[in-house]
């Protein structure tokens, strides 16, 4: 007779006290997706706490900021998003390891138009970020440079990790 854990589970492999889901992952469009929905799934029907962090991956290849955007929407998640302290140190970590922190890059933020906001490439508002003296100093630019957003740069994309 199977247990009420094994019923919620009955598309997926239970082993050592977690369920491991099996389930719909081949129909969505992403990886990141297939990472939240497991994440979900997870934690709504096997009773197990997940947390997501974002790991960032620097891409060597050069494009302008809208197409470094398409591109790690495509093969990731998104431009690197920081929306705290503790993301910052991640990103730091993750582009030391990576031999990024000597490269410019493109990363996800951008000033709206609209209200002169800044936000993230993913919609997030930006948080009160340790901005280099003097920056951010154009009204109309992307990631607080006076760089403009067709100018060709590598990019810093980020997937989430459990």
């Given at each position: 007779?199977?247990t009420?854990?094994?019923?919620?589970?009955i598309?997926s492999?239970?082993?050592?006290?977690?369920c491991?889901?099996?389930?719909l992952?081949d129909?969505?469009?992403?990886?990141?997706?297939?990472?939240a929905?497991?994440?979900?799934?997870?934690?709504?029907?096997?009773?197990?706490?997940?947390?997501?962090?974002?790991?960032?991956?620097?891409?060597?290849?050069?494009?302008?900021?809208?197409?470094?955007?398409?591109f790690?929407?495509e093969?990731?998640?998104?431009?690197?998003?920081i929306d705290?302290?503790?993301?910052?140190?991640?990103?730091?970590?993750?582009s030391?390891?990576?031999?990024?922190?000597?490269?410019?890059?493109?990363?996800?933020?951008?000033?709206?138009?609209?209200?002169g906001?800044?936000?993230?490439?993913?919609?997030s508002?930006?948080?009160?970020?340790?901005?280099?003296?003097?920056?951010?100093?154009?009204?109309?630019?992307?990631?607080?440079?006076?760089?403009?957003?067709?100018?060709?740069?590598?990019?810093?994309?980020y997937?989430?990790?459990?």
């Amino acid at each position: 007779m199977l247990t009420n854990k094994f019923q919620i589970c009955i598309y997926s492999l239970y082993i050592y006290g977690v369920c491991l889901t099996t389930v719909l992952t081949d129909l969505l469009p992403s990886e990141e997706m297939k990472i939240a929905w497991v994440a979900l799934f997870l934690s709504a029907h096997c009773e197990l706490t997940l947390t997501l962090i974002r790991k960032h991956i620097f891409v060597n290849n050069s494009k302008i900021w809208s197409d470094a955007q398409r591109f790690c929407r495509e093969n990731y998640a998104d431009l690197s998003t920081i929306d705290s302290h503790e993301e910052l140190t991640r990103f730091k970590s993750d582009s030391n390891d990576q031999k990024a922190n000597s490269t410019d890059s493109w990363v996800g933020l951008k000033k709206l138009s609209v209200d002169g906001q800044w936000v993230w490439s993913d919609g997030s508002r930006e948080i009160s970020m340790p901005w280099k003296p003097g920056q951010p100093d154009y009204p109309d630019t992307c990631c607080g440079t006076r760089v403009p957003v067709y100018a060709l740069y590598f990019s810093i994309c980020y997937v989430y990790v459990i």
